[in-house]
């Protein structure tokens, strides 16, 4: 597979950070595509599934393992191919020392304050000036194709539907409107410590209250029958532009209807802490104290993925592991220190009394203008590259619905559901 790497370290800083990997270098090492290769970018926790369709997942075949001309080349949402944000270098920064009281004494600790996001660039075509890298759903999937009035993204990967903003706004600066390709469906659940104080059930309005503050100790959830009433909820929040917060602050409002629910009110227990998305270590490398009383919103996609060896463990708790010189450079990372509430529910339930959980769909944002296109994209085909890839309503199925991609979908822990949507954002029907 066309892979992307990078360095990272754990570094602790002086606030508690639960989690967090810092890249060591803003140098990148990305494929530049060629004019007619077809580019997606966008959202983190949907790479894997398009970089399976691309490239293909241990034996399965990705479209590019054909030997086609012009390739599939799917960018990865940061420099890490975990999803993971890069940050500043932590050895460049001032640092701290602890006295005993604050800190192990003598130890060097970094400012969490301190470390600011780097902004990675890429070129996103072959020759050209590069540009910073396209990250998320909405800036980096829908809102970078919008407003891509160069033409070098041809897909936008984004787990939210469109809207007639969008459609106008698109319109207005490329004359074309956009079609939704839903290819699958995943579903955030909450995630815990497998040794935990939290009960087997947690309702949305449960979660709701939690985050918001009203709640924060067990004892004070409805019908909690533990050992640890009195013991404090430790809530994990994500960034405010992680797509997975976006979509956790959505599923609590759908199922607490007639209550406002927005990023801020579920910013508000003075218990959180704030860690990085989709990653197990934001619970499992809290202390005991803290491990079995935090709760996080966690895509089921990734845990399965997790759980099939595919992601590397990056630090080992104190150094960094290089390719050359350590062994622990393909150390599989895996969910064993963590578990989902109500893992087998797969449809959502809009009432408060229900257990969280909250379906999001896996996109692929296409310009109306690729579609209708007459020309064809590998030399011998008669197709334009959608149809081959995506939509194809008239002809052989896309590859996203071939029993081989398909496959693939399956390997990256989501459930193949395939939905189109017109520029009306109405829905088309595909059988």
């Known amino acids: 597979m066309i892979r992307r790497t990078s360095a990272s370290a754990a570094v602790l800083g002086l606030a508690t950070v639960a989690g967090l990997a810092f890249t060591l270098t803003p140098a990148q090492a990305d494929p530049a595509p060629q004019p007619d290769d077809v580019v997606a970018t966008g959202s983190d926790i949907i790479q894997n599934s398009f970089n399976f369709l691309a490239d293909g997942y241990h034996e399965l075949p990705g479209y590019n393992t054909a030997g086609n001309r012009y390739r599939f080349i799917n960018f990865d949402s940061s420099g890490d191919a975990q999803g993971r944000s890069a940050f500043t270098d932590p050895r460049l920064l001032p640092t701290?020392?602890?006295?005993?009281?604050?800190?192990?004494?003598?130890?060097?600790?970094?400012?969490?304050?301190d470390i600011k996001l780097l902004n990675p660039t890429i070129a996103l075509r072959a020759g050209q000036d590069l540009v910073v890298r396209p990250s998320g759903g909405g800036g980096g999937?829908?809102?970078?194709?919008?407003?891509?009035d160069q033409g070098w993204i041809d897909v936008g990967r984004s787990p939210d539907a469109l809207n007639d903003t969008h459609q106008n706004l698109i319109q207005s600066k490329?004359?074309?409107?956009l079609y939704r390709v839903q290819i699958a469906t995943d579903r955030q659940l909450i995630a815990t410590a497998t040794t935990t104080n939290a009960p087997a059930t947690l309702s949305a309005e449960t979660i709701l209250k939690i985050y918001k503050g009203d709640i924060t100790t067990w004892g004070q959830v409805p019908g909690y029958s533990g050992p640890a009433?009195?013991?404090?909820?430790?809530?994990?929040i994500l960034p405010t532009d992680a797509g997975m917060w976006n979509t956790f602050v959505k599923n609590v409002g759908q199922q607490n209807p007639g209550v406002s629910v927005t990023s801020d009110v579920l910013r508000s227990n003075p218990n959180k802490i704030q860690v990085q998305q989709n990653d197990p270590t934001a619970i499992t490398n809290l202390p005991d104290a803290q491990r079995k009383n935090a709760i996080v919103p966690f895509p089921r996609g990734r845990y399965r993925t997790l759980n099939t060896g595919y992601y590397t463990q990056t630090f080992d708790g104190q150094k960094t592991n290089n390719y050359n010189t350590e062994t622990g450079h393909r150390t599989p990372a895996d969910a064993s220190g963590i578990k989902l509430l109500d893992g087998d529910s797969t449809s959502d339930v809009l009432d408060k009394t229900a257990p969280y959980g909250g379906n999001f769909a896996y996109n692929a944002l296409i310009r109306e203008s690729d579609l209708t296109s007459n020309e064809p994209w590998q030399p011998g085909s008669t197709l334009n590259w959608v149809q081959a890839l995506f939509y194809n309503p008239d002809g052989p199925l896309p590859f996203v619905r071939t029993p081989a991609g398909q496959a693939l979908l399956e390997a990256a822990g989501v459930t193949p559901d395939y939905h189109v949507f017109g520029t009306n954002n109405a829905e088309i029907p595909v059988d």
């Open 96 to 113: 701290i020392t602890g006295n005993g009281t604050v800190g192990d004494a003598d130890t060097k600790y970094v400012k969490q304050s």
């Open 141 to 148: 999937g829908r809102d970078a194709i919008i407003n891509d």
């Open 174 to 177: 490329q004359g074309t409107k």
């Open 229 to 236: 009433a009195g013991e404090t909820i430790i809530p994990l």
